[in-house]
């Protein structure tokens, strides 16, 4: 089989335990290493001097495709957060999309450059703008996950964040409001041990932020983040329950932050060698290949497709998004507030009419 075999539906023992195909699994594999692609280009692209500031999801790739790949595309909704590359990816933006967000140009469809890089957004997608004080997305994703309830709408709402941030007053409020209520929301929490330089032991009372969840009447699940298929399978069980009218799930991945915090900080100031170390271990990138190969799904052939595939999205991505026009400063206080759009004009990023345009998907389920 090849990448491009999408019409064999071959069924390795592997795939049959979690109800997907080769076909699937190649294609959740395809984004985990896409989201890593992206990110590293970024970096370069960071002390290259081209673009500001980047905040970065290495380490937590898997659980963030695994989680999001049951989700109903452009149906669901998802309030991210700054990590969430391959959530963006997986929920149908594509590598131009974060790209041009990256540099903030004028057709950026995250808000045409007006954002904080890394505050990713798509209309289309249903991928709510990313809030910068952490947490407040929450409030967003359970009032959508109420108004679908309201208007029988069959939809299912999603916030995610770090553990650090659902120690924030609005977590508490939100889970609250969502357990009484029954809502179709699902938190997810993508603890990778840190909130930039304090380490959980000064962050959480208690082992897991899943243990939080009885006290909210709802399920807290703790999965294992590297290992991808099993967050597929936690983030199947908890979107189902939802659209169900079952209620709310609080799910907790279990993460590693392979990067400093941000390009702004050096974390071997705080962070010890063999924690560094220790890291790697947890990266999902080789584990989920690993896996893989051994049951037969990555072939070379299939490795090198995808290689070649991946390099020619991201070299696109960068090229296209060095040549597209700066927003026009004159524009810069337009869309920002509610006053002109929609009621007068709309932004030039990939909206028309209220619902984005924009380009086919580069991850995700298709
Ligand atoms: C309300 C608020 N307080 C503080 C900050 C500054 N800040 C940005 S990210 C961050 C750490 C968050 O840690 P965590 O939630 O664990 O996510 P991680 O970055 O580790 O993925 C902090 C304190 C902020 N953006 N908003
Ligand atoms: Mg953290």
New binding site residues.
């Given amino acids: 089989m090849t990448v491009s075999g999408h019409g064999e539906a071959a069924t390795s023992p592997l795939a049959a335990s979690v109800g997907l195909t080769d076909t699937d699994l190649i294609a959740m594999y395809r984004t985990v290493a896409l989201a890593r692609a992206i990110d590293e280009r970024m970096w370069i692209l960071n002390r290259a001097g081209r673009i500001p500031f980047v905040?970065s999801g290495q380490g937590?790739e898997g659980a963030q495709v695994g989680l999001a790949w049951p989700l109903r595309h452009e149906h669901d909704w998802i309030a991210p957060?700054?990590?969430s590359i391959a959530t963006c990816l997986t929920f149908g933006m594509t590598a131009r999309d974060l790209m041009l967000a990256q540099y903030a140009k004028g057709v950026d469809p995250s808000s045409g450059g007006r954002q904080m890089p890394g505050h990713y957004g798509h209309v289309r997608n249903h991928l709510v703008s990313v809030s910068?004080?952490?947490?407040?997305q929450i409030l967003h994703a359970v009032g959508i996950a109420l108004a679908a309830k309201i208007r029988g709408l069959d939809q299912v709402a999603v916030a995610i964040?770090?553990?650090?941030?659902?120690n924030?007053g609005d977590v508490h409020e939100a889970l609250n409001f969502a357990g009484i209520h029954k809502l179709p929301f699902v938190f997810i929490v993508?603890?990778?041990g840190?909130?930039?330089s304090v380490p959980v032991e000064k962050?959480l009372s208690v082992p897991d932020v899943a243990d939080r969840a009885s006290g909210y009447g709802m399920p807290g699940v703790v999965v294992d983040g590297t290992d991808v298929l099993a967050c597929y399978r936690a983030g199947r069980e908890a979107i189902d329950r939802a659209r169900h009218g079952e209620g709310p799930t609080l799910i907790e991945a279990k993460v590693t932050?392979l990067t400093a915090?941000s390009s702004d900080d050096q974390q071997t100031k705080y962070r010890s060698e063999s924690d560094l170390e220790e890291g790697k271990a947890h990266d999902p990138v080789p584990i989920f290949r690993a896996q893989l190969r051994d049951a037969g799904v990555l072939t070379d052939e299939i490795e090198a497709e995808l290689a070649t595939g991946i390099k020619a999205l991201v070299d696109d991505a960068t090229d296209h998004a060095e040549a597209e026009p700066d927003p026009d400063p004159a524009t810069a206080l337009d869309w920002v507030y509610a006053e002109r759009w929609p009621g007068e004009s709309v932004p030039p990023w990939h909206v028309e009419g209220g619902a984005a345009t924009g380009t086919a998907t580069d991850g995700g389920a298709g």
């Fill in positions: 905040i937590h957060f700054y990590r910068s004080p952490v947490a407040t964040m770090g553990e650090g941030s659902s924030q993508e603890n990778n840190y909130a930039i962050e932050r915090h």
